[in-house]
């Protein structure tokens, strides 16, 4: 058996690994394991001690969402160009418009191994990247096999990152957690991920 808590709030975003490439991975729908490893660290600040980035104590999620809001956010590069010669020179930081999606009324289930961590879990709340999206736990606490959180398409649908480099992963991200080492991931979708229900 596991132990599920229900997170729920107006907004989540999720930071996507890298501006170039989200067209192709979509990460903003998904949480990577270093996403996960720092959720978890909040809930439970001791693993912070000795931290080798490892996911204890959550054994699965699943995040659903009504609709990503496409929001524009305006950029600047670290360095400076230089144009120009002798007196005439100048330097610049060129600007460039990167579009953000936020997700509108996420929810997000996590899964624990035992009773007492999603009893703390459940008292706290969390923020998926950005601190001022913050979700809120239900009080409930929902006990139900592992095999019936995979299956249960109505109760439990949304999209989960499953941990694991085979034929069917791809690279999700740089873990910061661990020296920038790669992480891969295959995506399992349960149900209807985006809330089709207003």
Partial sequence: MIYI???TGPFGFIKPWTAVRDSETYSQQFLTPSIVAGIERKLFPELLKDDDGEIKKITGH???????SQQQEQTQPRGWNEKGRGTNKEYYRPYAILVRGVMLEPT???????????EI???QHICLCR??????PTEEI???SKEEFDTDEELFAGFELVFEKDDKSFLVGYNRFKES???YGSLKVVGTPVKSNY
Avoid: H
Wanted: aromatic share 16%; glycine share 0%; proline share 3%.
């Fill in 142 to 144: 929902i006990k139900v």
């Fill in 121 to 123: 879990a459940s008292r």
């Fill in 62 to 68: 699943r995040l659903s969402y009504k609709q990503i």
């Fill in 108 to 118: 997000l289930f996590l899964a624990f191994k035992n009773f007492a961590d999603a």
């Fill in 5 to 7: 808590v229900k997170y």
């Fill in 181 to 183: 080492e790669p992480m």
């Fill in 131 to 136: 601190n001022e999206d913050i979700l809120y």
